[in-house]
């Protein structure tokens, strides 16, 4: 009898432990790493506070990588956190632009001479 209850717990602790893991994030770890090009593309290392964001989604990363198949929901949830700073490092690296041509406007607007 106790044999029987112990091989039923153990079964229990076995179905309960895979239905308790988590695949690797590949799919998610990609999606954060094209986010990491967009905002390498669109000048975040030129931007102090985009670059800062954009190192910090590069070291999640790189460490969610390190993490895969050994500990997939920490993987997972520092994909998850990278691709929020890329994404913030984008947004960021898009105001710097916006605010540079708005600045450049009104240099225009205000010396149209200045342009030509």
């Given amino acids: ?63 969610a990588k390190r993490l895969m198949n050994v500990d997939n929901e920490r993987a997972t949830s520092l994909t998850e956190v990278a691709r929020t700073e890329a994404q913030l490092a984008l947004s960021l690296a898009k105001e710097a632009t916006a605010r540079a041509a708005e600045q450049k406007a009104k240099s225009a607007l205000a010396d149209p001479n200045a342009t030509k």
């Fill in 1 to 63: 009898m106790k044999t029987m209850a112990a091989a039923a717990m153990g079964v229990l602790a076995t179905a309960v432990a895979c239905g308790s893991s988590l695949p690797p994030p590949n799919d998610a770890w990609a999606a954060a790493q094209a986010d990491v090009g967009r905002a390498q593309s669109s000048g975040a290392v030129d931007q102090p506070d985009a670059k800062l964001h954009l190192q910090l989604a590069l070291d999640d990363l790189a460490q």
